[in-house]
């Protein structure tokens, strides 16, 4: 060991003082090409260790190990904002004793200031660091671009380990994270790779059902009257969501409309709205592509956030409270406008609210697109297995065999009226979708709760039981 920096995982994790039943911390924006939770976990596993708790900002495919690590007992407790299926089959099926808990990207950092989460070693990557822990991830062979995830952890942990694979001569610059929060840095070969930042969800839909989708999705923004100068938006990662976007940037063209500012979860499509001058600023919370990486490391008007800056609700100001409009997915959505993006119609945990909660209430209008049904499966249903976002959030429903207005909203649903939109009354949707698929049978659990579902204050919203094998 030379000031911080330490020849190994297992010498930092021997320094930090890592006991059974602890607390140890991961972030996700290399996503789906992640290595360093799984190089964490194994050698932890290697050297022993038992009861270890994880938090994570989010659970994904590379993230697969802790299915293993669960079922032996060296995880017994997980804390983050979204899973995926290689993991929460793991915890459908009950393998982890206590529940895990579910957040959303704005409460995680109020959790973690607060103490309710509380981390005891935070390993943080980064894609490029100096000796003294100074860390950004723009820069080296595995860069992934905003660390806005990774803030809270570096701030609040008691112990923090960064991770790299590219030690540059002290100091680095620029710095998204300085040294003064790090109290370790390990020089590991890989970090990850990059390519696994974009994963399938962020690519437009070339399918046609999804384009018609998505224009009328477009089409209810601008009858809605918030695309303007000065309009603020952002879009979740879907197929669906991304192509509304491409709608919306032909209308901003014609119209020549320059919005204020794109929030993310940045993707290539987002930055080319910027780069085509239709909007000022870009603020960034997480790339979800290497050109959105590029953006950030070039563009002075690409503006890294932490996550708190992001969405924390408990704050005065967050940059999603000053949302004109967001457009959202769902797995499935009910008359009463609640939305699950946490399980499958099987019950089983494949994914979670994200942003997706914080953004919703956030913003002036909130539009869920979606297909009628999938896989002869309805999605307009008369209750949700599980709630994620609350019906109290959500403005509108956009289908492609009609559009459904929030009863609440009925300014809005009478603009999208006169704009000819083909609004009806969801229960018609849900209808609809019983008659091409017949009614679904409700999904059967078992009494045991396996996840708790928390909305963006932090608040239980729902519970998760374990689903019958």
Excluded at 252 to 271: A, E, Q, R
Excluded at 333 to 344: A, L, M, S
Excluded at 446 to 452: G, S
Aim: charged share 20%; proline share 3%; with cysteine.
């Amino acid at each position: 060991m030379r000031g911080k920096l330490v020849q190994s995982l297992q010498e930092v994790i021997k320094l930090c003082g890592l006991r059974d039943g602890m607390t140890v911390s991961f972030h996700h924006h290399l996503r789906d090409g992640d290595h360093v939770l799984p190089m964490v976990m194994s050698a932890i596993e290697r050297m022993g260790f038992k009861d270890i708790k994880v938090s994570a900002s989010s659970i994904h495919n590379s993230h697969g190990c802790l299915a293993d690590l669960i079922k032996k007992k060296v995880v017994t407790g997980l804390d983050t904002n979204f899973v995926h299926s290689c993991v929460g089959e793991t915890l459908s099926k009950g393998h982890m004793e206590e529940p895990a808990i579910v957040r959303t990207h704005g409460n995680r950092p109020h959790a973690l200031e607060t103490g309710e989460i509380g981390i005891d070693i935070a390993f943080v990557a980064a894609s490029a660091a100096d000796e003294a822990g100074n860390m950004n991830g723009i820069d080296g062979q595995s860069s992934f671009g905003s660390m806005g995830l990774a803030y809270a952890d570096a701030w609040y942990a008691k112990k923090v380990v960064c991770v790299t694979d590219y030690l540059v001569s002290y100091p680095l610059t620029p710095v998204s994270i300085p040294e003064i929060y790090v109290d370790y840095v390990v020089k590991v070969d890989c970090i990850g790779d990059p390519k696994g930042i974009a994963s399938g969800i962020t690519k437009v839909t070339q399918d046609a059902l999804g384009l018609m989708i998505a224009k009328t999705a477009a089409d209810a923004v601008i009858a809605s009257g918030y695309l303007k100068d000065g309009f603020a938006f952002q879009t979740g990662g879907g197929r669906i969501s991304l192509a509304a976007t491409q709608f919306l940037k032909a209308e901003m063209l014609k119209k020549k409309i320059v919005g204020s500012f794109i929030l993310g979860g940045l993707n290539s499509l987002l930055v080319d709205l910027h780069e085509s001058g239709l909007f000022e600023t870009i603020m960034d919370c997480q790339c979800l592509d290497l050109k959105a990486v590029e953006s950030l490391k070039k563009n002075p008007n690409h503006q890294e956030i932490s996550a708190a800056w992001y969405a924390d609700h408990h704050r005065p100001s967050c940059v999603c409270k000053r949302l004109d409009a967001v457009i959202l997915g769902a797995t499935e959505i009910d008359t009463d406008f609640n939305v699950n993006v946490h399980t499958d119609s099987n019950g089983i945990i494949m994914g979670g609210s994200g942003g997706h909660s914080d953004i919703a209430n956030g913003a002036k209008l909130t539009i869920v697109v979606t297909p009628l049904v999938r896989a002869r499966t309805p999605i307009v249903v008369d209750r949700v297995t599980t709630k994620t976002t609350p019906g109290s959030d959500v403005d509108v429903l956009v289908t492609q065999r009609g559009v459904a207005v929030n009863p609440a909203r009925g300014d809005l649903a009478q603009k999208l009226k006169d704009a000819g939109l083909p609004v009806k009354d969801i229960g018609q949707l849900r209808d609809l979708a019983q008659k091409i698929c017949g009614q679904r049978e409700p999904t059967k659990f078992k009494d045991k709760v396996v996840a708790i579902v928390k909305d963006r204050l932090g608040l239980p919203i729902d519970q998760i039981r374990q689903v019958y094998d």
